[in-house]
C-alpha cells in the first residue's frame, strides 16, 4: 500500500475551503489536462455523504473510468472519499480542514494500491505515486486559487 501526504494553507474561510473541495464543478476545472468529466452519480454542483461520482478521464495513455462514494463526512473538518470501481485494487481519500488564525489548513491524506502484483508494485514505485501527486498538488492549487479570490461565488454560486 503506498500513501501520499499534502498539506497546503488557504487564506480563506474552512467552510468555503471544504465546500470548494467537495464540488464537481471545480475537481472539472482542476482536472482540464486530463479531460475528466464527471459521467454518472453527482455530475455538478457539491457531493455529500453517500454519494458516488464516476469520472472518466485520459490517463497514462488510456481513457479510464473511476468511480468514487463519499463514505464519511464532518462538515467543515473533513470528508473521505473511496474508489467503488476503477483500475486501483485500494483507493481512499481523506480530506481534512483545520481552521486557524488566518484561513484553514488543507491536508490530502491518500492510501492507494496498484494492481498486477509485482509489476504494479514497480509502476507505482517508478511513476504512479507521482502522478497521483502531480494531478492533487495541481488539485490543490487551483482550490487555493479560487478559494483566496472572487472566483468561489462562480463555484458555489453566491
Known amino acids: 500500500m503506498s500513501s501520499i501526504h499534502l498539506t ?6 474552512t467552510k468555503r475551503v471544504f465546500d470548494l473541495s467537495r464540488s ?3 475537481h472539472k476545472i482542476s482536472t ?3 479531460n475528466e468529466t464527471a459521467i454518472a452519480g453527482i455530475t455538478s454542483g457539491l457531493i455529500s455523504k453517500n454519494e458516488t461520482v464516476t469520472w472518466q478521464a485520459k490517463h497514462l495513455f488510456k481513457t479510464r473510468q473511476f468511480t468514487s462514494k463519499i463514505t464519511d463526512m464532518q462538515s ?3 470528508f473521505i472519499d473511496e474508489m467503488t470501481k476503477g483500475d486501483f485494487k485500494n483507493f481512499k481519500h481523506q480530506h ?5 488564525k488566518n484561513g484553514t489548513i488543507m491536508i490530502d491524506i491518500i492510501h492507494f494500491e496498484s494492481p498486477y502484483g509485482i509489476l504494479g508494485r514497480i509502476v507505482n514505485k517508478i511513476y504512479l505515486k507521482k502522478y497521483l501527486e502531480t494531478l ?3 488539485r490543490n492549487k487551483v ?3 479560487y478559494a483566496e479570490t472572487e472566483k468561489w461565488k462562480v463555484i458555489l454560486n453566491f
Open 32 to 34: 482540464v489536462q486530463t
Open 143 to 145: 482550490i487555493k486559487e
Open 24 to 26: 464537481i464543478n471545480l
Open 76 to 78: 467543515p473538518v473533513f
Open 96 to 100: 481534512h480542514f483545520k481552521e486557524v
Open 8 to 13: 497546503i494553507f488557504i487564506a480563506s474561510p
Open 136 to 138: 492533487l498538488l495541481k
